[in-house]
């Protein structure tokens, strides 16, 4: 009874991947067509399929140049979070029935309520004096930004794991450090996988911090060429989609290879 | 006594520098709220002068209406929505994993640039179809109408918000036991009454979880609304995160948008914690 396929539930969602899937076949065609073809039927495919607009999207927006910089700040905010905020979250889980630790783990997840526009002014006046208006100041930022929501899921991560193996370690005269790195750490792997790609997810993607860190265009990430660009040339429509194209571009064929992780790893971020 | 050295040392680094790039700037913030500072130059105490203006200044007042409105259309939409695609995916359908892979997609997307892409959509390609088809109400652009344009703005939040909450919800639903449905079945329980009986009841804690989380994020709403509308027409669409970011940096009203700041962050605190409290007494029952 139970093994019926559900028709209705089928068909009902087929059709509705129509509203996610026609913004994007309408970037696609749009990117690949000329000024001339946009009078016409703006949702017929385009006459023939040249790489023009991205030729010249490339030269203009200097793609490869910010594409190295969201690469850069990426890589480099998951390898700090990854390799601290594990840490961090295992001295606090160990040690959650010591006052001070209990302290500091409710002090770091306080940071998800605390709206990120008011500290956004003086930030950007201490980031500037301290040379930190860069890509690696914006690694570091990142690093901190993220501490919240990532302490409290490898928190509840670290508490699921058994003390025991630890204990044995101690005993074979291992410190808590090589305890940390040998033992926890390759046991965190699942969660590890969830942080780096919500982590990668949010620095490929963010916006406004960069945007107020970042003070030369050369450093830009792609969405702030994105917001530069529109600013310069907004008529252009064929240009502009074949830039927001060459933008997503890396995501989406990312995620057509680890959707299955990506989902994953989502789902049981929101377990715990 | 020397694990607890080696425990210290793992969490000061990351202390220090969370009250150094978070705590403290966030202090100041609330600091120069008292002051005339501009960003640059000299400066006296004001004292509450700023939080006075603040609930005097029209474009604030205005800013709150709108960030308000948005924010609760938007999270009831989410939700509605989130919850029925998170049923379906979660039921016994053909296509699953594709079906779940192109829900999934808007998540990965930049909000910036889908937004430009709707923004294409709303002012070029909505209006056109309608003039077309004679169709008086989609022919005009609604981004560029003072009272429509927050509705492009709702649109594209929820297009892109859905995912996230679906995959929460989904994740809800896959902790719930089949065998319950099949009892209810045996006692004749219709659709409706199975989902409020029994379903909501037991993903109640996602459903606050997800209430919450939508809330906060569209209080905040910054990326869709300076690529849809730049905060236009006018300032009909100028969010709280728009109107700090733009007057603290391009205005020098450094000080007065901080206490404009620390007025939104009360905001959002009283906010969450209500809607947390209501919600979890609804989870009790």
């Known amino acids: 009874m139970s093994n019926r396929i559900n028709w209705k539930a089928t068909i009902l969602l087929i059709l509705g991947t129509i509203f996610i899937l026609f913004p994007l076949y309408l970037t ?15 949702l017929a495919l385009p006459e023939s ?48 029935h010591k006052k001070f630790y209990k302290f500091l783990y409710f002090y770091f997840i306080s940071a998800m309520f605390i709206p990120f526009p008011i500290i956004m002014l003086p930030l950007v006046l201490q980031t500037s004096s301290w040379g930190m208006d860069n890509l690696v100041g914006l690694g ?52 590890h996988a969830t ?13 406004m911090l960069p945007l107020v860190i970042l003070s030369d265009s050369s450093m830009y990430t792609l969405p702030l060429v994105q917001y530069a660009f529109q600013g310069q040339f907004s008529t252009d429509y064929n240009l ?33 | 006594m020397k694990r607890d050295h080696a425990f210290l040392l793992m969490v000061i680094p990351a202390f220090v520098l969370f009250f150094i790039f978070h705590t403290y700037p ?36 205005s800013a709150y209406g709108f960030t308000f409105q948005f924010a609760i259309v938007a999270t009831i939409l989410v939700n509605i929505i989130s919850v029925l695609i998170a049923m379906g995916l979660n039921a016994k359908i053909k296509f699953r994993k594709t079906l779940r892979a192109t829900y999934f997609l808007p998540f990965i997307l930049s909000v910036l640039i889908v937004s430009y892409i709707f923004q294409f959509i709303f002012t070029h390609m909505v209006p056109d179809f309608g003039q077309a ?16 344009a927050w509705i492009g703005i709702v649109i594209v939040a929820v297009w892109q918000s859905v995912a996230f909450n679906t995959l929460l919800y989904l994740a809800g639903l896959s902790t719930v036991d089949e065998q319950l449905y099949e009892a209810a079945d045996i006692d004749g329980a219709k659709a409706w009454s199975k989902f409020w009986r029994i379903t909501f009841p037991l993903i109640a804690p996602f459903f606050t979880i ?30 709280i995160s728009l109107l700090i970011y733009r007057g603290g940096f391009e205005a020098g009203q450094f000080a007065y948008q901080s206490a404009n700041a620390v007025i939104y962050f009360i905001v959002i605190v009283v906010i969450s914690v209500v809607q947390l409290r209501i919600l979890e007494r609804k989870e009790v029952k």
Do not use: C
């Open chain 1, 195 to 207: 942080v780096a790609i919500l982590t990668a997810l949010a620095a490929w993607n963010d916006f």
């Open chain 1, 140 to 191: 570091i930022l990142n690093g901190v930004m993220h501490l919240a929501f990532n302490v409290f899921i490898y928190v509840g991560y670290v508490k699921t794991l058994p003390i025991e193996l630890e204990e044995a370690a101690i005993i074979d005269g291992a410190n808590t450090f090589q305890v940390f790195w040998k033992i926890i750490f390759p046991m965190m792997k699942p969660m």
């Open chain 1, 28 to 42: 696609v065609i749009i990117a690949f067509k000329t000024p001339q073809e946009m009078s016409g039927n703006i």
């Open chain 2, 210 to 239: 997800n209430m919450v989380v939508a809330m906060k994020n569209f209080l905040m709403a910054f990326d869709q609304i300076i690529a849809l509308t730049g905060g236009g027409p006018g300032r009909a669409t100028e969010s």
């Open chain 1, 49 to 96: 399929w040249g790489f023009d607009n991205f030729i010249k999207a490339i030269e203009v927006t200097n793609f490869f140049n910010a594409l190295g910089n969201s690469v850069f700040v990426t890589i480099l905010t998951v390898i700090i979070v990854i390799l601290t905020h594990s840490l961090v979250a295992y001295a606090i889980a160990r040690n959650l």
């Open chain 2, 133 to 148: 088809l004679g169709i008086d109400a989609l022919s005009r652009n609604i981004l560029g109408d003072q009272d429509l």
């Open chain 1, 240 to 272: 502009a989609f074949a830039s927001y194209l060459l933008a997503m571009l890396p995501m989406v064929v990312l995620y057509v290879f680890v959707q299955k992780w990506i989902i994953g790893g989502v789902m049981r971020g929101s377990l715990k």
């Open chain 2, 26 to 61: 966030a202090l100041q913030g609330v600091f120069y709220s008292f002051t005339n500072f501009k960003g640059y130059g000299n400066w006296d105490f004001t004292g509450f002068t700023n939080y006075f203006k603040v609930f005097q200044d029209s474009r604030a007042l």
